[in-house]
């Protein structure tokens, strides 16, 4: 069955970096389309960007320019670059394939 396990998460200041990864199993990762929501507390889900069999990108308007999603077929590794990040950023999040999501990794941003 289809599983997705995030990490990277953590506990960051306003303006610094951090790289989320996905790691799936139990489908052909090359041929996926993948993406990255999140939850913040007391709301619900976001979409953040997905990237396509491909390659191409697309993004939220609240992370672009700011977060880039890649991956590594190599590895069946998704990304999440996040630069300049934003206490609005503080949010659970997941990796998605379709309907399926990992558990999620927590990021923080506080000063």
């Known amino acids: 069955q289809v599983q997705l396990v995030e990490s990277g998460g953590g506990l960051v200041q306003p303006g610094d970096s951090l790289r989320l990864s996905c790691v799936g199993s139990?489908?052909?990762?090359?041929?996926?389309?993948l993406s990255w929501l999140r939850q913040a507390p007391g709301k619900g889900l976001e979409w953040v960007g997905s990237?396509?069999?491909?390659?191409?990108?697309a993004y939220a308007g609240a992370v672009e320019g700011r977060f880039t999603v890649s991956r590594d077929n190599a590895k069946n590794t998704l990304f999440l670059q996040m630069n300049n990040l934003k206490p609005e950023d503080t949010a659970l999040y997941y990796c998605?394939?379709?309907?399926?999501r990992g558990q999620g990794t927590q990021v923080t941003v506080s000063s």
């Open positions: 139990g489908f052909l990762f090359s041929l996926a389309g």
């Open positions: 998605m394939k379709d309907t399926v």
């Open positions: 990237i396509t069999q491909g390659g191409a990108t």
